[in-house]
């Protein structure tokens, strides 16, 4: 119920006090929001896609902050089984959602916002992530360029139905994919890790979004994952603005949520 409407009920029923006392109750971050709403609408919701050997919990810095400036957040459970299927789980929440659309996507996750085309999404913005062109595959990207020490910290999981899950072994992960978070969280992060698929990897991509959409992309400059030469040619190609984060890992989105966070509001903000 808005604050007029409140008002207005009090005044009706001549209780004065509850008007003072509903006014006193108006929290902080709704002034916040009245002081950032957009004068042609609500604001976009963002949603939130993580990637590879992460989970939705990569978002909780960008979350709380995002919230606080009043902008809706969904993070989902990215699927991480196949570019396909991934970007349909996307797809269709998008298709959920009423109004504008700020897609962000880390890491693979990033190949699968790439494929997700609706006329509600404004804005891609990719963190640590593959902005390919149709054809190209998480693996033949990483591997353009030079730098990448992935491929010798992954542990491959046979599954039932053939496939292989590939998760980074915990020793090891904290230096090749968080190396600027705490070892403790990055433990944490390492125990909690969803497995992709190795044929997820693998998949080609559709005709890109980014080449209607407009893109945005933040490079960490110490990517163990995705070497920083690959994303830069990646957001060239795309025409995307590009935020340098300099001594950041791939892991970016934990250890300087902030900035990936003004970056999202820039494009959220963008006409």
């Known amino acids: 119920m808005s ?3 409140t008002i207005t009920r009090a005044l009706t029923a001549g209780a004065a006090l509850a008007v003072t006392a509903a006014t006193l109750l108006i929290p902080s971050s709704s002034a916040t929001a009245t002081q950032e709403s957009y004068s042609n609408g609500p604001k976009p919701t963002i949603v939130l896609v993580h990637g590879a050997f992460a989970d939705a919990s990569s978002w909780n810095g960008e979350i709380a902050e995002l919230e606080r400036r009043g902008y809706p957040v969904i993070a989902p459970p990215n699927p991480l089984r196949s570019v396909a299927t991934d970007a349909a789980s996307v797809r269709a929440l998008v298709r959920s959602v009423k109004g504008p ?4 996507g880390h890491s693979y ?3 699968v916002i790439t494929q997700v085309n609706e006329p509600n999404v404004k804005a891609l913005v990719y963190i640590a992530g593959f902005l390919p062109a149709q054809g190209e595959s998480a693996f033949d990207l990483s591997n353009k360029f030079p730098g990448s020490t992935l491929g ?3 542990q491959p999981v046979p ?3 053939g496939g292989t899950d590939l998760y980074v072994e915990q020793d090891l992960f904290w230096k090749q994919f968080a190396a600027d978070v705490p070892r403790s969280q990055a433990r944490l992060m390492a125990a909690t890790q969803r497995p992709i698929t190795d044929a997820a990897l693998k998949d080609p991509s559709g005709a890109p979004a980014w080449a209607k959409i407009p893109s945005y992309s933040l490079i960490p400059t110490a990517d163990k994952n995705i070497p920083p030469a690959a994303q830069e040619f990646m957001a060239k190609r795309a025409k995307a603005h590009t935020v340098i984060v300099k001594g950041a890992s791939h892991a970016v989105l934990v250890s300087q949520p902030h900035k990936v966070t003004q970056l999202i509001i820039a494009a959220a903000n963008a006409r």
């Not at 659309?101 to 962000?104: F, I």
């Open 3 to 5: 604050v007029k409407s």
């Open 101 to 104: 659309v700020v897609l962000v």
């Open 109 to 111: 996750g990033g190949q």
């Open 152 to 154: 010798p910290t992954l």
């Open 159 to 161: 599954l039932a139905d």
